[in-house]
């Protein structure tokens, strides 16, 4: 029995219409269940249950890995936004990478999230900042930070996100912002070591901002310079 794998059609008319809807719902539902929403995808997806609670969800080429230890417990917002993505990005199939080859990006990580830009200049010490938006992300990922908890950019949607946008970056030149920046950094590299082992070879630096705040263009630039002057 083929399994319909459309999305539009579980929204018309099919088993599981009122899990979708609830999944695109503004504002997002707070007691959508994960046992709801695996079996959504298992009318629209291959789903694979692994060891704890993780689910390794395949359509039309794209995968993920959902971490859903308990059935019955709600979806966070973020959880939800991860959802969402993976059913937007897997209706058109597998996205080949629209990074030029020989591409630097410069990723300043700080507690709200990472600005993401491309170096300019073939080689040698770049020549200016442009934002850099590839593979269907924006130069900006927000994190979702909360004040006075834990540095946000070291939760797991986070770095896949990141990864996701760096897909095909030759260098990826990490700057750390903020006071809790450089733990952040330290965390997101760790999980990109483990689980995007292709994002991770291509890191260089870290780097700390002037101030320990968030640092305008023009410093990011000249710590960028002075970094690929001194290699």
Excluded at 56 to 73: F, I, N, Q, S
Excluded at 116 to 140: D, V
Aim: net charge positive; hydrophobic share 40%; with cysteine.
């Amino acid at each position: 029995m083929s399994l319909d794998r459309d999305p539009r059609r579980a929204r018309r008319g099919g088993p599981r219409r009122k899990t979708y809807d609830a999944l695109f719902r503004h504002p997002a539902p707070q007691d959508l269940a994960w046992g709801d929403v695996i079996a959504l995808l298992g009318s629209l997806a291959e789903v694979q249950q692994g060891r704890k609670g993780s689910f390794k969800v395949t359509r039309h080429g794209v995968m993920t890995t959902l971490e859903a230890p308990r059935l019955r417990t709600p979806l966070t917002a973020d959880e939800l936004g991860e959802v969402r993505q993976f059913l937007e990005r897997s209706e058109e199939g597998v996205s080949t990478p629209v990074v030029a080859e020989g591409t630097r990006v410069l990723v300043a990580l700080g507690t709200g999230g990472a600005r993401l830009f491309r170096l300019e200049g073939a080689a040698g010490p770049p020549r200016r900042l442009e934002p850099f938006e590839a593979n269907g992300y924006a130069a900006f990922l927000r994190t979702n930070a909360t004040p006075g908890a834990s540095p946000q950019p070291t939760r797991v949607s986070f770095a896949r996100d990141l990864a996701r946008a760096l897909r095909g970056a030759d260098e990826v030149l990490l700057v750390a912002e903020s006071a809790d920046g450089e733990a952040a950094l330290e965390a997101l590299r760790g999980e990109l070591r483990r689980n995007h082992p292709e994002v991770h070879r291509c890191l260089v630096g870290p780097l700390a901002s002037p101030g320990r705040r968030q640092a305008s263009e023009e410093q990011l630039l000249a710590r960028a310079r002075q970094f690929y002057a001194a290699r």
